[in-house]
């Protein structure tokens, strides 16, 4: 039964005419709100996790629940549906739990918090954020256990929650929650923050009734969404080719479970049938037994579809949900896009930022010159917790960045975010408030794939440990590569090492947990390169050796791109002879360089080249599912 | 005006030519250069503001109780020519000679200038190894939404990566020495630096806010091996936390540094050679004034120099009118910048932005957006929405309506399609308007969007009026202030046609027109204050210090930077003195600024300070919280003493304008056509009142009256607008 809401004023809406220009305030009024929703949530929030690296969404929609401004489309719609309860002016709604939000949030980490507007008793619009905790209890600090094999283990759940009571915060609730969470000052101040921002939009979306009057605001806001449908009507019609026959496929991996598992593969077919697109994720693997699921919303993928494009077209438009019916998303149910609960989902960064490089190769396949590499589709963790000295917990929460690939504008960033809003944390940060040493912070040359734009390059961080404590890394990419196109070459992979005080140097695995650590311990997190784009013979002699005076290529890293280099200036004699030679030598440039033929070929090397073993192929439970 | 102060005047200013005189000969016989002198108090200002296309200057004789204002054309190959003329002309009408000023003041936008075109210095970096990337990865950010990577290009470091060493040094977090500095190797580096010409040199190093002592080394060292290269020392230029804002910071000071010190010691040698022994002081971003030789040192401390020009001179203006709470909005043709004035102060923070440069600088809290009069409007095909900016079309080609090749529509051309820039009747400047080039440039619009040509116009003019609205929201609400509490201000050659719309978008009344908006810049340079700070960053929870403790270092601040005032002339009694305390809760990234005086801390000490925040933080956010304060950085603030108001006569008449009217005219306004009246604004008198629709000209500037207000002019020239039912147009 549908969330039952109550309003003591039941005249309908009318539906008015807008003119083009007033809606265009309205679209205007609405940006400058979300932006102050985050200007007030950076501000306020005290973990660095929302406070530096800015993990935190916010949104603002309309009476029914579509999506106006914000980033990850609408999940309220859902929550209407599912909610058991009533919704009141004055009540804000908690809720963690993936699985009974459809994927909105896709670990328990991310709180959801939701907020409907009441202007004169009316329901007229909704806020909303969700923002990351860098705990909520569960087996291990930080909440992301690699080994989880049932959500349970990850921490609490909070299905959607009415935490605040026409007004009033439920303190009793509110202190289980605190509870149950290693750092619960850090909760409670991001949770109040986010709280703020959300009060902030309710008093600007009242201010805009105001203005416009409510029918008018009402109906701007159908007009916004209308106008993204008709936009994006235009362009799947121009992106997206007509009929079965004509799909493209795409498929890429990530490399394991953390369990010795791996790669997995998710794949995506699209095509369009009249004006509709459709993107089917038949022949994705079956959802694994640790925690890399994703529960990927259909929505969610709606919208990372429709800001990749509709940005080339209008950077301006507010991007909303106004297209949804336009696009079919199929996603296989107990896929690892769409696991069956209690499945584990906290570790779902690696499968969550992957999607991007398939989108990438998946549109990009039928215009060679709007593809772009494979980049940094990732948020890898670092984790460190312990009692200090003074027996005090500390406990950080990490994000890394690594290479933007080559794109068709240029070369690819590097060490760059390719979420939007997100920022390092600045190392003089973590010396002063965490038991820590950065000896390095680095980009690693040649780790960007060669191409004419070459792909950024990753980051070398040297983490010196000063207490005794627990390190946990999730990261990915340290045996597939991230892909060049359109001739350019793969980026380097990811690699860890852990150099102990006593000199005695480990890799460390890509996902791992309570990797226990001592004062003088010196770990070298290494994040990977971006994919090249376009022909790295055709990159002009003198931007290689302005890569190479800068240290983001070795001279020996520029015979990549058949540059020779000597004393300091390019060899153009020989520099001409080795091009011809490698051109002639590789013959046909590749759309996709992976790096590899095949995935029995590269665990074939993997020991060699990386130092571990290759993960076995997965053996799924879900393959009954499959059966069924 | 009493025969006893003027009798104190005159005695003032004979005093303070002989000390003038002694201050000469004692100049004479000192010949370090950081000779001080006294302040010759009553003798001739000099507010000088350099635009790109106008230089405009005003004399303030406080002794006489005179004002002038001359406008000269700028001379961009060497600005202190148009300077001079201007010094010229002026002292020409005022009948004085130019030797009889004693100081001038100048806000530039030479430093911001050489940011935005990127012609400043070659910059060598030194960082501390492992860190030589620092600029290159910056913080990892990336403009835009989902996908915005896909479109952005990077630009280069102002310090490019092969013009960077690394230094083999380290110091912890608390300062202490983990790693000696390698010299040897520094040196050879240097040389290495050196040798490929760079023309500034930054030393940023880990941690150095904690610590300068490796920082002075590596300086040391570079000064023998580089002698000549400007060094700047992040400790020095921004002693904060966050090792990519400082290194920015540092760096960007040394780009501007080179251009910004040619060219004031230009100014300074060219006026001394005309005006003999005059005291040039630059005015700084956050509002303050600056010696001539602090700013060539600390260039970086400037870039807001221009925008604080207009933002002093609305305060000026405004305090006088009887205004406290302000609004400013300063328009020209391609950007807009809003600050905000409470209770005769203007809002300032501990950031400046120029184009995508960030540095940690003080300076007036002025938001800029792209937009302006030459802001182009256009209409994407696949959205068919109506977008204006931020795209301009500059001075060249311009506006369609200026004749000079631009076809593009622009607000400006809306505004003459709406009558708001009349065509037909002669203005005060000498560029002319053409109304038809500006309607063929509209009808674009119009069929893009498929409606009539003053429906379309008057869509420019509202969506870039709500674009704006957009910069005054982030001064005024999300700082948690209300609009209404505000009158609104508008300058700049654009400011008095928006300022009615804009007011009434946020309903902060009366809009204010000053006299002269466009000179209004040279007017804040003339009327600043000295100004100096001492600061130092104090991290620690309020429970780990003490009242005594805090109170012992904030006096010491207060103390330096009183005697640096001192040496630039403001005695001790005439200074005020105020403390700023950085503050948060323990665990925040943000930090807010207290604002006290000497005598409530020694009242409320911490406790106060702590309540405070707790009262702002809540304003601001909605909640407060209950745990730890962590103070962050502290500050004493001492200003000199306030000056004297000295305004035009405005005559006094009747609320009856005609005298003033020129002609008539029409305009487009709330989708109809109205009849309105053009007056002349130097035939208008105080107490004058101009009902709506109306347009004011002047010589540099066009204001309008919309339909329904009221427009009166104030006892010192400034028309207040109001709606005409409001009490203050009855």
């Not at chain 1, 297209?323 to 584990?344: E, M, N, Q, S, T």
Request: charged residues 25%.
């Amino acid at each position: 039964m549908p969330a039952k809401i109550i309003q003591t004023n039941t005249t309908p809406f009318t539906r008015v005419t807008v003119d083009p220009i007033t809606l265009d305030i309205v679209e205007n009024a609405l940006r400058n709100a979300r932006a102050e929703m985050d200007a007030v949530l950076f501000r306020t929030a005290m973990s660095p996790g929302i406070r530096e690296q800015h993990d935190a969404f916010p949104m603002i929609a309309n009476e029914q629940g579509k999506m106006v401004v914000g980033q990850f489309g609408s999940f309220l719609y859902g929550f209407m549906q599912g909610y058991e309860g009533t919704i009141e002016d004055g009540d804000i709604f908690l809720t963690n739990d993936p699985y009974s939000c459809g994927g909105a949030v896709s670990h328990l980490n991310d709180w959801l918090l939701m907020m409907p507007i009441f202007h004169e008793g009316r329901l007229v619009s909704w806020s909303a954020m969700f923002g990351h905790m860098t705990d909520v209890g569960g087996k291990v600090p930080g909440s992301l256990p690699t080994d989880a094999k049932m959500i349970y283990e990850e921490g609490l759940i909070i299905p959607p929650t009415k935490i605040y009571r026409k007004g009033e915060l439920n303190a009793e609730l509110f202190n289980i929650l605190l509870a149950n969470t290693r750092m619960p000052e850090w909760n409670k101040s991001d949770f109040l923050a986010i709280i703020a921002s959300l009060r902030l939009a309710e008093r600007r979306v009242r201010e805009n009734i105001q203005r416009f009057g409510v029918d008018s605001y009402i109906s701007a806001m159908q007009d916004m969404l209308d106008r993204n449908k008709l936009a994006m009507g235009a362009i799947i019609k121009m992106f997206i080719p007509e009929g079965r026959d004509k799909a493209s496929h795409f498929e890429d991996w990530i490399d394991d479970d953390g369990q010795g598992n791996g790669p997995f593969k998710i794949a995506c077919t699209m095509w369009r049938e009249g004006d509709l697109a459709i993107f089917d994720f038949a022949g994705s693997d079956p959802q694994s037994l640790s925690s890399i699921n994703f529960l990927l919303n259909e929505e969610m993928f709606k919208m990372f579809f429709g800001a990749f494009t509709i940005n080339l077209f209008d950077p301006q438009i507010l991007f909303n949900d106004g297209f949804y019916d336009l696009v079919d998303v199929r996603i296989p149910a107990g896929c690892i896009l769409k696991p069956k609960k209690p499945a584990a989902l906290s570790c779902r960064t690696h499968m969550l930022g992957r999607i991007f490089d398939l989108m990438g190769g998946l549109l990009g396949q039928g215009a060679p010159d709007a593809l772009n590499a494979a980049g940094f589709s990732d948020s890898p963790h670092f984790m460190y917790s312990g009692f200090d000295r003074d027996g005090k917990w500390f406990q950080l929460f990490q994000i890394g960045f690594g290479g933007v690939p080559g794109r068709p504008v240029g070369d690819g960033p590097d060490g760059h975010s390719m979420w939007p809003a997100f920022t390092n944390v600045p190392n003089e940060f973590l010396e002063a408030y965490f038991p820590l040493r950065i000896r390095t912070y680095a980009t690693i040359p040649d780790s960007g794939g060669a191409g004419l734009h070459r792909g950024g390059n990753g980051i070398t961080i040297a983490y010196e440990m000063l207490e005794a404590g627990e390190i946990s890394i999730h990261d990915d990419r340290w045996l597939t590569y991230p892909w060049g196109v359109n001739g350019g070459e793969p980026g380097m992979r990811s690699t860890k090492t852990l150099v102990r005080a006593d000199g005695t140097r480990e890799n460390i695995p890509s996902k791992c947990d309570r990797i226990k650590v001592g004062p003088g311990d010196m770990l070298h997190f290494n994040t990977w390169g971006g994919g090249g784009w376009g022909d790295p013979l055709q990159r002009p002699a003198d931007k290689v050796l302005a890569d190479v005076e800068r240290g983001l290529v070795s001279s020996n890293g520029a015979r990549r791109y058949g540059v020779v280099i000597a004393s300091g200036a390019v060899d153009a004699r020989a520099t001409e002879k080795l091009r011809a030679e490698m051109a002639r030598a590789r013959g046909e440039t590749k759309l996709f360089d992976r790096g590899f033929e095949n995935l029995r070929e590269l665990k074939a090397r993997a020991k060699k080249e990386t130092g571990f073993e290759p993960p076995v192929d997965p053996v799924f439970f879900g393959a009954r599912v499959a059966a069924e | 005006m009493s025969k006893t102060e003027d009798l104190i005047r005159t005695y003032e200013a004979r005093l303070a030519e002989i000390e003038a005189r002694l201050a000469r000969v004692e100049t004479a016989a000192v010949p370090a250069p950081m000779a001080r002198r006294a302040r010759p108090a009553g003798g001739l200002r000099l507010g000088v503001d350099v635009g790109g296309t106008f230089t405009d200057l005003l004399l303030l004789d406080e002794a006489g109780g005179r004002i002038f204002t001359a406008k000269v054309p700028s001379t961009p190959a060497d600005s202190s020519v148009g300077v001079l003329n201007g010094i010229e002309k002026i002292c020409r009408e005022a009948g004085i000679k130019p030797s009889e000023i004693s100081e001038v003041m100048h806000g530039t936008t030479v430093a911001t200038n050489t940011v935005l075109t990127g012609s400043g210095a070659r910059v060598g970096l030194v960082t501390t190894k492992g860190y030589r990337d620092t600029l290159q990865i910056a913080r990892s950010y990336v403009p835009g939404g989902l996908g915005g990577w896909v479109i952005w290009n990077k630009s280069l470091p102002l310090a490019r990566l092969e013009d960077t060493i690394e230094a083999d040094e380290r110091l912890d977090a608390k300062g202490h020495v983990l790693v000696p500095l390698d010299e040897a190797a520094l040196r050879r580096d240097l040389a290495k630096l050196r040798d490929r010409g760079i023309e500034a040199l930054t030393i940023s190093l880990f941690n150095g806010y904690v610590s300068g002592v490796h920082e002075a080394r590596v300086a040391a060292i570079a000064a023998e091996v580089m002698p000549g290269i400007p060094v700047s020392t992040s400790s020095q230029v921004m002693p904060e936390m966050y090792e990519y804002e400082r290194t920015e910071t540092t760096v960007v000071n040394s780009y501007v540094r080179p251009v910004v010190a040619k060219y004031v010691a230009n100014l300074q040698r060219e006026l001394k050679a005309k005006m003999g022994d005059v005291m040039l002081q630059i005015l700084r971003s956050d509002g303050g004034l600056s010696s001539a030789q602090a700013a060539m040192d600390q260039p970086v401390n400037l870039l807001m120099s221009g925008p604080a020009g207009g933002v002093s001179g609305a305060l000026w203006i405004a305090k006088n009118a009887g205004f406290g709470n302000l609004l400013t909005f300063d328009m020209g043709g391609t950007s807009t910048d809003v600050a905000l004035i409470e209770a005769g102060i203007a809002r300032t923070r501990r950031e400046t932005r120029v184009a995508d440069v960030i540095v940690r600088a003080p300076s007036i809290d002025v938001r800029t957006v792209g937009a302006g009069g030459g802001s182009i409007a256009y209409v994407p095909d696949l959205t068919k929405a109506l977008r204006v900016g931020p795209q301009s079309a500059g001075a060249v080609p311009g506006p369609a309506a200026y004749d000079k090749g631009g076809e593009a529509p622009t607000v400006t051309d809306a505004n003459v399609v709406l009558g708001y820039l009349p065509s037909d009747a002669k203005l005060g400047g000498d560029m002319e308007i053409r109304r038809d080039l500006a309607v063929t440039a509209v009808q674009k619009i119009a069929d893009g969007l498929g409606v009539d040509l003053e429906t379309a116009a008057e869509g420019i003019v509202r969506i870039v009026n709500e674009n704006m609205c957009g910069a005054l929201r982030l001064v005024s609400v999300e700082q948690g202030y209300d609009p209404r509490d505000f009158a609104l201000i508008g300058f700049g050659g654009a400011g008095p046609l928006h300022a009615n719309a804009l007011s009434r978008l946020i309903n902060a009344w009366p809009a204010i027109i000053p006299p002269g908006p466009g000179v209004l810049c040279a007017y804040g340079d003339a009327t600043t204050r000295l100004r100096n700070e001492a600061s130092q960053t104090f991290v620690t929870t309020t429970a780990a210090t003490s009242d005594r403790e805090l109170g012992d270092m904030l006096r010491a601040l207060a103390t330096r930077a009183a005697e640096d005032l001192e040496g630039e002339g403001v005695p001790r009694s005439e200074q005020d003195t105020l403390y700023q305390v950085d503050i948060r809760y323990q665990g925040q990234g943000m930090k807010l600024t207290i604002d006290m005086a000497p005598d409530t801390f020694a009242r409320e000490g911490i406790a106060g300070i702590a309540a405070r925040f707790d009262r702002e933080h809540e304003q601001l956010f909605t909640f407060a919280l209950d745990a730890p304060h962590e103070l962050v950085g502290l500050r004493a603030v001492v200003q000199g003493a306030e000056k004297p108001f000295i305004g035009r006569d405005y005559g006094t008449g009747g609320a009856d304008a005609s005298a003033a009217a020129v002609q008539k005219t029409r305009v487009y306004a709330d989708g109809g056509w109205h009849e309105a009246t053009i007056y002349d604004r130097a035939r208008l008198r105080s107490g004058n009142r101009i009902a709506g629709p109306a347009i004011v000209t002047e010589m540099d500037s066009t204001s309008l009256i919309l339909p329904g207000h009221t427009g009166v002019v104030d006892k010192v020239g400034n028309i207040l607008i109001w709606p005409a039912g409001h009490a203050q147009a009855r």
